[in-house]
């Protein structure tokens, strides 16, 4: 017979209680799980998910991360012909990576995928600050968002490459972000100029053929044989991104205040030199 004023609940056992007084230092030490909006340490990176509208109509969802010890910043998402592109702003050496994981069609003889990487000057007000990006959070995960500002179209001429063994000195971040596309990274003369400025080593940097051989050349789309050099073309879309920050006045407050953010849409075009057709399949357009 169990003692009055318990309510029949049996005593715990000391096994059980034992694992309650260690639940607080074993949840600290595994981690609690973090989801959209959850609070995030001092210093950890932070990542939001957001499913936004590309320009097609379609939707997909867009995972941003941000580590503002490192000062950076990461964007990617899955195109709907299973393309993963990402983009990477590193602050501190003034570095902008584009990614692109694309998918090889087998019956053209093409691998399992492709990897390509763009590499150019990240100018500070192109997106909100690190920092800022760690904080955001939203209030409804499932709303499908769309930029509210269409930036326009940057075309852009790749003549030079970086070379991947020397990329940390570039940017640490290239190592991982480019690892696949390690015979493939493209960046300009005029980013080049201005790393040069900053301290980056010459050797980092491979030239091309000059830009007056690359202009007799015909885009890849106008060649049939596929081992013949070409001009390749490829475009990449960042869907939706914050732009940069709103700030409001208040009737209280002397200064204005940050209270929001502007998303903004963004299209680039790449042409950089390729050895064969072979290596740019999907540039179809004359």
């Not at 969802?61 to 010890?69: G, K, R, Y």
Request: with cysteine; charged share 25%.
């Amino acid at each position: 017979m169990r003692p009055p004023g318990r309510g029949g609940v049996p005593p715990a056992s000391p096994a059980l209680l034992l694992l309650l007084l260690l639940l607080p230092g074993l949840m600290q030490l595994l981690g609690a799980p973090r989801g959209v909006g959850a609070g995030t340490a001092a210093g950890a990176p932070s990542e939001l998910r957001v499913r936004v509208r590309l320009p097609d109509g379609q939707v997909t969802e867009e995972s941003l991360q941000a580590d503002s010890d490192a000062d950076s910043i990461s964007l990617e998402l899955r195109k709907p012909d299973g393309t993963l592109i990402s983009f990477t702003f590193d602050f501190k050496k003034d570095v902008k990576i584009f990614r692109a994981l694309i998918l090889g069609e087998l019956e053209k003889g093409q691998s399992q995928f492709q990897a390509l990487c763009f590499v150019t000057r990240l100018h500070h007000n192109e997106i909100i600050p690190s920092e800022a990006m760690a904080k955001l959070r939203q209030k409804n995960p499932r709303a499908v968002r769309q930029a509210e500002e269409v930036r326009g179209l940057e075309q852009m001429h790749m003549d030079i490459t970086v070379n991947f063994s020397q990329g940390d000195l570039l940017s640490p971040h290239l190592r991982n972000v480019c690892a696949e596309a390690a015979d493939a990274i493209y960046t300009r003369q005029e980013d080049v100029r201005f790393w040069l400025e900053q301290g980056v080593d010459s050797f980092v940097f491979e030239a091309l053929p000059k830009a007056s051989e690359q202009m007799l050349l015909p885009r890849c789309g106008q060649v049939g044989d596929r081992g013949k050099p070409c001009v390749c073309r490829y475009g990449l879309s960042l869907a939706w991104y914050p732009c940069m920050l709103k700030y409001c006045h208040g009737r209280d407050r002397p200064t204005p205040y940050k209270c929001g953010i502007r998303s903004c849409q963004k299209s680039y075009s790449f042409d950089f030199y390729v050895p064969q057709r072979q290596l740019c399949l999907w540039d179809e357009d004359p």
